[in-house]
């Protein structure tokens, strides 16, 4: 449903409904706004996310000690923490094994940094992405088993029984803390801490690994009391900028424990401890308060570019870095890093989207593969391609004879499942993931069919069947409603991102202006009425139909929509739009 004007026809320039919220959240939301003495629109944000009206005010300041859960109440964390707890009072050797991507490395971080609050230390060892690939190997796993007493697999780990076997069949007891889908059978290690496995009841499937690293170092705290070596209790809080940046870069729902997490996260980086993380804010001239979109658009790819198109390891030294002056090498290495990781993702990204409409979309599956495609931004272009056709996106970068691909999914259509699947039956040589992610290998000779198989098999979920992309709004507003006070108080409803997303506005009956391309294909301009005037930012937007859409408009009235944030450069403040769409008015 758009704006109602009774002389108009009004068509989304990219193809989009726009809803609004029922009148029953109407209602709702006035209720809580008059019972909690907010604004009518906050009220209506709540109570569109599900917010009770007596819930307002613990929702508005989420503490984590009320939402921290026991952390016995994952599968095996007692006996995980057990082990770990004698691996450090006993001063074992002990190695992190990572993944390559944000929450390997944070987690991976999270551990390290907690180790060192007890004067102990770990080996880390990140698989290059290329030549060992995804999660846990033989090869890698002997060594390190032949100089540890105790490895912890970290964002990896629930699916590798053979690398986890050898180690410790060659002598080193094997800990997974893993948030990815798990098999009918488990590794046999000593634990395999998981709330994706299937027998696991603690409801904390959201976490990222990240997050479960931190809740086994809370559970290990614990079992270390109350004679921790050297003395004193380690700081966690201070790791939960860590579990912040892993939570939000990938993309697990920021509701419940999660949002939280973030909260706090967000708290401790502004204080800007993390030698590494405050390097990184540096480089990617981050000079404001750190928020959930700068985790997941600044920061994040940065820390994922030495996993993409650098060195694996280089996200993981970063985040442990006590350095500043390693710490700055770096961080400028990634960001440059970075900006290859963006020209390579451009190119690939254009000839996906050719074979794809070339292709045509018919079912569940939009996909794309090519000869020498870097297996670093196959997942970045399978978001793109989700994005841009609204289906379930598999990328495959193709070389000698076999494929590496990721894919992402949409909601209500789990990817994952569907891609243990296909490696069940014999379609797939190698994948795992979650519901929004996944990663497979096959062979090149079977790219075909193996992409037919997981179209109908996401087909059968309903993929086919998910009509035009809705843009959910929370209501209209004048530009100048858009004030400081209101993105304040609407900031205390965040964050906001995967699972709570960020409340949007429509803004009727405005004129465009100043229309402009800015930077790496980014859209800026203003636009006003008798309400006011405000500037507005669409990034990428000439990556899709939005761009030039409006470009090409020229006085005519138009409603545009967005999200509204305060935007601080160089001393001064002021709202801006993040432009998602432009609706046109057409007289009739």
Request: aromatic share 4%; with cysteine; glycine share 12%.
């Amino acid at each position: 449903m758009l704006a109602e004007p009774s002389d108009s026809d009004i068509r989304s320039v990219t193809g989009r409904t726009w809803t609004y919220p029922s009148a029953e959240v109407e209602r709702a939301g006035l209720a809580m706004a008059q019972r909690h003495s907010l604004p009518e629109v906050v009220g209506r944000v709540l109570a569109a996310r599900g917010v009770g009206i007596d819930d307002a005010p613990v929702y508005l300041t989420p503490s984590l000690r009320d939402l921290m859960p026991d952390p016995s109440v994952l599968a095996d964390m007692d006996v995980g923490a057990a082990r770990l707890a004698r691996a450090v009072r006993d001063g074992e050797r002990i190695a992190l094994f990572g993944d390559y991507d944000v929450d390997g490395g944070a987690s991976v971080a999270v551990v390290q940094r907690w180790l060192g609050m007890l004067g102990r230390s770990a080996t880390i060892y990140i698989p290059d992405r290329i030549d060992e690939g995804y999660g846990p190997n033989v090869p890698a796993m002997q060594e390190l088993a032949h100089a540890h007493s105790l490895i912890i697999c970290l964002d990896c780990g629930t699916l590798s029984h053979e690398p986890v076997a050898a180690a410790i069949a060659a002598g080193a007891d094997v800990i997974v803390a893993d948030h990815h889908l798990a098999g009918e059978t488990l590794p046999e290690c000593t634990a395999v801490i998981n709330p994706n496995r299937q027998d696991d009841a603690s409801g904390l499937g959201q976490l990222c690994a990240a997050g479960v690293a931190f809740l086994l170092i809370a559970a290990t705290n614990r079992a270390l009391r109350p004679d921790f070596p050297g003395g004193k209790e380690p700081d966690l809080l201070s790791l939960l900028d860590l579990v912040a940046l892993a939570t939000v870069a990938d993309v697990a729902p920021l509701t419940g424990l999660n949002r939280a997490f973030v909260r706090q996260g967000l708290t401790v980086m502004r204080a800007r401890r993390n030698t590494g993380l405050r390097a990184l804010a540096d480089v990617a001239r981050m000079d404001t308060a750190p928020t959930a979109f700068h985790l997941g658009f600044l920061l994040g790819p940065r820390v994922n570019a030495g996993g993409r198109v650098g060195e694996a390891d280089m996200g993981a030294r970063l985040l442990c870095s006590d350095d500043a002056e390693e710490a700055l090498g770096l961080a400028g290495m990634l960001d440059d890093y970075n900006g290859a990781r963006r020209a390579i993702e451009a190119e690939v990204q254009q000839a996906a989207i050719a074979q794809v409409e070339a292709r045509g979309i018919t079912g569940g599956l939009v996909w794309a593969a090519g000869e020498g495609w870097h297996p670093g931004v196959v997942g970045i272009v399978a978001s793109r391609l989700k994005e841009r056709f609204n289906r379930p996106a598999i990328v495959v970068g193709l070389a000698n004879g076999e494929g590496k691909g990721s894919g992402r999914s949409i909601g209500g259509v789990d990817l994952g499942r569907a891609v243990q699947a296909a490696v069940r039956e014999g379609v797939l040589l190698k994948g795992g993931g979650h519901k929004m992610a996944a990663g497979l290998s096959l062979s090149e000779e079977k790219l075909a069919d193996a992409m037919a198989w997981l179209d109908a098999a996401l087909t059968k979920q309903g993929a086919d069947r998910i009509g035009p992309r809705e843009l959910r709004l929370d209501g209209t507003l004048a530009p100048r409603g858009a004030t400081f006070d209101l993105c304040d108080m609407l900031d205390r409803a965040g964050p906001f991102g995967a699972g709570a997303p960020a409340p949007r506005f429509a803004f009727p009956n405005v004129q465009l202006s100043g229309t402009r391309e800015v930077g790496d294909g980014h859209l800026a301009g203003s636009f006003s009425s008798a309400g006011g005037r405000l500037d507005f930012i669409a990034f990428r937007a000439f990556q899709s139909e939005l761009g030039p859409a409006v470009m090409a408009l020229k006085g005519a009235p138009v409603d545009v929509a967005g999200r509204i944030q305060i935007d601080e450069w160089r001393g001064s403040r002021r709202v801006k739009l993040h432009l998602a769409d432009v609706a046109v008015r057409v007289h009739t």
